[in-house]
Nanobody, 115 residues
Framework: QVQLVESGGGLVQAGGSLRLSCAAS????????LGWYRQAPGKQREMVATITGGRSTNYADSVKGRFTISRDNAKNTVYLQMNSLKPEDTAVYYC?????????WGQGTQVTVSS
């Protein structure tokens, strides 16, 4: 069983920065993919960034050049550094972990960007 707990969300002005963290309880093999997704009100959940065990990364076009995903396997933690935030980045952000049992999700953390 894997549990994911996000932290670091909050209210920030446009142009500001936030760093999200997601700590996993239970062992997640370092080769497993981790990711960040977001869901804005009235919209479907969308991929923001993913990182493989080999640290290959993939980003949504809307966040390329502004967001950076990273992982610390020793701490079972994945991070999302968000810079140059825009009001359209406002959403609940969820971390994910892909395992042999399927994809696990955190409970989400709210990010609100004011204009």
């Amino acid at each position: 069983q894997v549990q994911l707990v996000e932290s670091g969300g909050g209210l920030v002005q446009a142009g500001g920065s936030l760093r999200l963290s997601c700590a996993a309880s239970g062992s997640i093999p370092s080769r497993n993919a981790l990711g960040w997704y977001r869901q804005a009100p009235g919209k479907q959940r969308e991929m923001v960034a993913t990182i493989t065990g080999g640290r290959s990364t993939n980003y949504a076009d809307s966040v390329k050049g502004r967001f950076t995903i990273s992982r610390d396997n020793a701490k079972n933690t994945v991070y999302l550094q968000m810079n140059s935030l825009k009001p359209e980045d406002t959403a609940v952000y969820y971390c994910s972990a892909d395992t042999i049992w399927g994809r696990y999700w955190g409970q989400g953390t709210q990010v609100t960007v004011s204009s």
